[in-house]
C-alpha cells in the first residue's frame, strides 16, 4: 500500500521558520518524485517544490526559492521542507505527494494536481505578521 505520511507545521511569526516532513512509503519503485504543493483558502492548489529520490535534486518555484530548502534524512525516503523567513502569505494547508519516476522530476508537474497520484494528509502552516 503507498502511502505519503505528512508532519510537521504550526504556527510562526512572520520571519520565523518550520519544517515539514514527508515520508513515503510502499511504493515498489525505488525512483520517486516527490512534490510539495499548498493550497490558501479560497485559492487554487499552487505546486512549491520537487525532490527526485535518486539523485537528490530539488527545484522550488521563484516564490519560495531562497527561502525554502528541501533536505533528506537518514531514511531515503523522507524528504523535508524547510521553510526560513516565513511570510503571512505562506499561509496554507501544505501537502506532500509521490509518485514514481524513472527519470527524476519534471517541474511541469508542480502545475496541475493530476500529476502526482499520491498525496499526504496535509499540514498547515499559518504564519502572522
Known amino acids: 500500500q503507498v502511502q505519503v505520511v505528512q508532519s510537521g507545521g504550526g504556527s510562526v511569526q512572520a520571519g520565523g521558520s518550520l519544517k515539514l516532513s514527508c515520508v513515503v512509503s510502499?511504493?515498489?519503485?525505488?525512483?520517486?518524485?516527490i512534490g510539495w504543493f499548498r493550497q490558501a483558502p479560497g485559492k487554487e492548489r499552487e505546486g512549491v517544490a520537487l525532490?527526485?529520490?535518486?539523485?537528490?535534486?530539488?527545484y522550488l518555484v521563484d516564490s519560495v526559492k531562497g527561502r525554502f530548502t528541501i533536505s533528506q534524512g537518514d531514511d531515503k525516503n523522507a524528504r523535508y521542507l524547510q521553510m526560513n523567513s516565513l511570510k503571512p502569505e505562506d499561509t496554507a494547508m501544505y501537502y506532500c505527494?509521490?509518485?514514481?519516476?524513472?527519470?527524476?522530476?519534471?517541474?511541469?508537474?508542480?502545475?496541475?494536481?493530476?500529476?502526482?497520484?499520491?498525496w499526504g494528509q496535509g499540514t498547515q502552516v499559518n504564519v502572522s505578521s
Open positions: 525532490a527526485f529520490g535518486r539523485d537528490g535534486s530539488a
Open positions: 505527494a509521490a509518485r514514481p519516476s524513472s527519470t527524476g522530476c519534471s517541474s511541469s508537474w508542480l502545475t496541475h494536481r493530476g500529476y502526482f497520484g499520491t
Open positions: 510502499g511504493f515498489t519503485q525505488s525512483n520517486i518524485c
